[in-house]
T-cell receptor
Framework: EDKVVQSPLSLVVHEGDTVTLNCSYE??????LLWYKQEKKAPTFLFML????IEKKSGRLSSILDKKELFSILNITATQTGDSAIYLC???????????FGKGTLLTVNP | GAVVSQHPSRVICKSGTSVKIECRSL??????MFWYRQFPKKSLMLMAT?????????EQGVEKDKFLINHASLTLSTLTVTSAHPEDSSFYIC?????????FGPGTRLTVT
């Protein structure tokens, strides 16, 4: 059975701090790892990672994948209150690209 | 990016009634769509994979007679919650993929009273 484990489950920081969110996985026929941000509604896409060691960046967010050790990290630098959300890691595997989600990390950024 | 819509965004129904939720891919065709359920403060749980022109594939523990899925066209999948009960109250989200990336609909919040 495919499994995705995220840590920490929740995190409270102050504006300006840097955070690192972790995601480890076990999946059959790995295709990609995806990070999503979820506020009040459905998740919004952040990154898709398929290759090890290649950092993806978008503004203050960046992510990298290690396919040998089966994990990924999501970094957020200079956090802002608008970064407060649940960050979901999902792994796509199998012939139909089925996604298996982790439980998410609830990030709270205080002013 | 690709757009997926859901309707309705919010529905309140009485216990014992059935509710239909629609998921549409607006600018691409999707032979496969996915239905997820999310309880408060929990992660998304895949319920079933909807396949155009054939039967849906349900995840373990999901009752196929209770959650009816119809994928009648390349742009529309429907999820019908039959004989809904309060414990079916949840956030239902669909997704579809035009390529290797999945796009989520905005979700439907179902409240069963």
């Amino acid at each position: 059975e495919d499994k995705v484990v995220q840590s920490p489950l929740s995190l409270v920081v102050h504006e300006g701090d840097t955070v690192t969110l972790n995601c480890s996985y076990e999946v059959t026929n790995f295709r990609s790892l995806l990070w999503y941000k979820q506020e009040k509604k459905a998740p919004t896409f952040l990154f898709m990672l398929t290759s090890s060691g290649i950092e993806k960046k978008s503004g203050r967010l960046s992510s990298i994948l290690d396919k040998k050790e089966l994990f990924s990290i999501l970094n957020i630098t200079a956090t802002q209150t608008g970064d407060s959300a649940i960050y979901l890691c999902a792994v796509s595997g199998g012939s139909n690209y089925k996604l298996t989600f982790g439980k998410g990390t609830l990030l709270t950024v205080n002013p | 990016g690709a757009v997926v819509s859901q309707h309705p965004s919010r529905v309140i129904c009485k216990s014992g009634t059935s509710v239909k939720i629609e998921c549409r891919s607006l600018d691409f065709q999707a032979t496969t769509m996915f239905w997820y359920r999310q309880f408060p403060k929990k992660s998304l749980m895949l319920m079933a994979t909807s396949n155009e022109g054939s039967k849906a594939t349900y995840e373990q523990g999901v009752e196929k007679d209770k959650f009816l899925i119809n994928h009648a066209s390349l742009t529309l999948s429907t999820l019908t919650v039959t004989s809904a009960h309060p414990e079916d109250s949840s956030f239902y989200i669909c997704s579809a993929r035009p390529d290797s990336e999945q796009y989520f609909g905005p979700g439907t919040r179902l409240t069963v009273t």
